[in-house]
């Protein structure tokens, strides 16, 4: 005689989804009450300045992000939309008036600029005091000494995720795939200061699913819409989807989404594209224990930390920290 078939087991097992919404909205409600205290005990109103260069679309949506997050939160901004054909010297002119200025407590350009200006000249022209970003060599460098500074605001998401979603860091294995500034190193930083063993992995990383198999923590900053798959995730791991990517392809999605097959189709049909991360959702609910969807998930944590940052740097210029 066959066993009664149990109803739970016969049900697909799904990852957990870890709400970056929810999250978000708690630092950003920690952020207003932070505002409201300066203003009610210094008379100070944190202010940040946006630097956006050009008209590509992508740059002047994350802008807009910021600014209305800004406005939610109490912060005031300034936006400098600049010309297309705007020069270094020109980019270099307007940072460093935002430097002289002391009511203005946090810079960010916003990136990519356009070809022809040298990144790395502007970024290290803003005083480190407002670099808001973290992108700075000298924060790059107190980061890596695991000294206060402002960290960047990605980074700083996924670290505030992890423990607010009470996921252990100290002595786990991390593996993270990807090694921009932007992203991958600070994170693997972050995360080797809270005790993790970690794990950097890239382009030459040789046979990669089994390095990142081993991870209990798997972060993902490649830009390669759903690359990492089942075979590269650890059962039970905690997976971490930094990736933000545009997929137009209808047999695409309905290689990346299960359940959310039909969904993300009506998705393409009205706007012509849908977003996904660097993992395949559909094949990491298979085996993960905990995954961050996209959209959802990280992107909305980055703004949030971005605020915080802003009202850090408003405290330490005045010496309230």
Same mark, same amino acid.
């Given at each position: =005689?066959?066993?009664?078939?149990?109803?739970?087991?016969?049900?697909?097992?799904?990852?957990?989804?870890?709400?970056?919404?929810?999250?978000?909205?708690?630092?950003?409600?920690?952020?207003?009450?932070?505002?409201?205290?300066? =203003?009610?005990?210094?008379?100070?109103?944190?202010?940040?300045?946006?630097?956006r260069v050009g008209d590509d679309p992508a740059s002047a949506v994350y802008v807009r992000n910021k600014i209305r997050a800004c406005e939610e939160v109490g912060i005031r901004s300034e936006h400098h939309?600049?010309?297309?054909?705007?020069?270094?010297?020109?980019?270099?002119?307007?940072?460093?008036?935002?430097? =002289?200025?002391?009511?203005?407590?946090?810079?960010?350009?916003?990136?990519?600029?356009?070809?022809?200006?040298?990144?790395?000249?502007?970024?290290?022209a803003i005083d480190p005091e407002k670099d808001v970003d973290a992108f700075h060599p000298l924060t790059i460098g107190r980061l890596s000494m695991g000294r206060p500074t402002f960290v960047p605001a990605t980074p700083a998401g996924i670290i505030e995720l992890l423990d607010r979603s009470r996921i252990l860091i100290s002595g786990v294995n991390a593996c993270v795939v990807g090694r921009s500034q932007i992203v991958g190193r600070p994170v693997a930083q972050l995360l080797l200061q809270r005790d993790a063993t970690v794990t950097i992995c890239h382009s030459r990383t040789r046979d990669l699913p089994a390095v990142t198999r081993q991870a209990d923590i798997l972060v993902v900053a490649i830009g390669r819409p759903g690359f990492i798959g089942r075979e590269h995730i650890k059962p039970g791991a905690t997976v971490i989807d930094v990736g933000m990517n545009k997929v137009a392809d209808?047999?695409?999605?309905?290689?990346?989404?299960?359940?959310?097959?039909?969904?993300?189709?009506?998705i393409i049909s009205k706007r012509g594209y849908t977003l996904v991360g660097d993992v395949n959702p559909a094949e990491a609910d298979e085996v993960a224990g905990k995954r961050t969807p996209v959209p959802g998930g990280v992107g909305l944590l980055?703004?949030?930390?971005? =605020?915080?940052?802003?009202?850090?740097?408003?405290?330490?210029r005045r010496g309230l920290e």
């Open positions: =005689m066959q066993p009664a078939k149990n109803s739970e087991t016969e049900t697909r097992r799904r990852a957990e989804l870890l709400d970056g919404k929810a999250i978000a909205d708690q630092i950003r409600q920690e952020v207003a009450r932070d505002v409201e205290r300066l =203003m009610a005990e210094h008379q100070v109103k944190p202010c940040l300045a946006a630097v939309a600049l010309a297309a054909t705007t020069t270094a010297i020109e980019l270099l002119d307007l940072i460093n008036s935002l430097n =002289m200025r002391a009511e203005v407590d946090g810079i960010l350009v916003q990136l990519p600029l356009p070809g022809e200006i040298d990144e790395a000249r502007i970024i290290e209808e047999t695409v999605a309905r290689s990346l989404f299960d359940a959310e097959t039909a969904k993300r189709l009506e980055t703004v949030a930390m971005l =605020m915080r940052n802003t009202v850090k740097a408003a405290r330490q």
